[in-house]
């Protein structure tokens, strides 16, 4: 563990854009339990059922530390005011166009949110240094396992070159990667990356596989599964997601070799499940077996996923481990009261 390594402070204001997202949520609710006072941003936008980031909001808000902007992130004004009326501690990107498939058809949502907006972000931060206004100690921002690609080398670190990604979604994941970068060292903005592998749980985005899967299944309509079920992803619990944050907000990245306060990792279980096996635990989960259709691979997948988590046990003694049975145990708890509500 780092030797200047912080448990978290909970006194610190930390705003968290995308608050009303499936990772914004929890880690809002982790942050509220804690003591400690969230400004969450969302546009609510209709990507996927608004109802379920109404129903996530609804909970936030009964905690009075809580404080609600509706905006987008693509809206500068929103941003500078947001930053100028809360003066965060800690920011948490996590707004963004989320979708590898989507990106293919509705390009214009992906740079408007993840170019655009986080470009907001980031200049929000760097003025935050000017002279009488309150800085910002560390941004945190997601990124995702996409910017990997179809790499064949395993399990992906975050040393190895990313520089064919095979969806715009990815390309746009990458390029936040490098605008953080380049504010960390021209304006010394404390900038941590954080490559999300896969997560799932209760009050997942719609959108997901398994969550797909789980209407299909319960409704008895048949599930498609892509190159013919020959997959394996690095399946990730929510909850695992969230502490791994949580270690990180009060421990901005020590100045590297060049000065710069810059540091990317890994989130992921560290240990990639082949499809199939996925879904035969979900079917159990769920009580019910799935009618199957098989189909090729589709544009802008990719085989494997596969996180080396090495840097983040290192710096935090961390590693994700909750097992799938246990994971798609919870959600199966969940969907099943979400979708009798």
């Known amino acids: 563990m780092r030797t200047d390594y912080k448990t978290f402070d909970n006194s610190k204001k930390v705003l968290i854009t995308g608050a009303a997202g499936f990772i914004g ?22 990507y996927y059922d608004v109802r379920l980031k109404e129903s996530r909001l609804e909970i936030l808000k009964k905690n009075p530390a809580f404080h609600f902007i509706l905006g987008s992130i693509a809206d500068k004004a929103v941003v500078s005011g947001v930053f100028s009326s809360f003066q965060p501690d800690i920011v948490v990107n996590l707004a963004a166009q989320a979708g590898v498939r989507y990106s ?15 470009y907001n972000i980031l200049e929000a931060c760097r003025h935050s240094y000017d002279e009488g ?37 990815a390309a746009t994941k990458k390029s936040d990667e490098l605008m953080a970068y380049t504010y960390s060292h021209l304006y010394n903005v404390p900038a941590t990356g954080l490559r999300f592998f896969t997560v799932y749980g209760p009050f997942g985005r719609p959108d997901m596989a398994y969550f797909g899967f789980s209407d299909k299944i319960m409704a008895g309509k048949a599930i498609k599964i892509f190159n013919q079920g020959d997959m394996y992803r690095d399946f990730t619990y929510i909850d695992d997601i969230v502490e791994g944050v949580m270690r990180m907000l009060n421990n901005p990245p020590v100045p590297n070799e060049d000065g710069d306060r810059y540091k990317i990792y890994n989130i992921g279980n560290n240990k990639p499940e082949k499809l199939m096996e996925f879904i035969q635990t979900l079917e159990k989960a769920l009580g019910r077996e799935a009618k199957k259709e098989f189909y090729p691979m589709q544009p802008g997948d990719v085989y494997q996923t596969f996180a080396d988590v090495s840097e983040l046990v290192k710096d935090f003694d961390y590693k994700p481990s909750t097992s799938i049975e246990e994971g798609l145990g919870n959600f199966a708890d969940w969907y099943r009261k979400w979708t009798h509500r």
Not at 25 to 46: A, M, P, Q, T, Y
Not at 104 to 118: K, R
Not at 140 to 165: C, I
């Open 133 to 169: 206004k309150h800085p910002v100690e560390h941004l945190l921002f997601a990124s995702s396992s996409s910017v990997y690609g179809n790499q064949k080398k395993t399990p992906f670190s975050t040393e190895d070159p990313v520089d064919r990604p095979v969806s715009l979604y």
């Open 104 to 118: 293919i058809d509705n390009p214009d949502s992906y740079i408007e949110s993840n170019i655009i907006g986080f």
């Open 25 to 46: 949520f929890h880690l809002s609710k982790r942050l509220l339990n804690e003591g400690c006072c969230v400004i969450g941003l969302d546009n609510l936008n209709n």
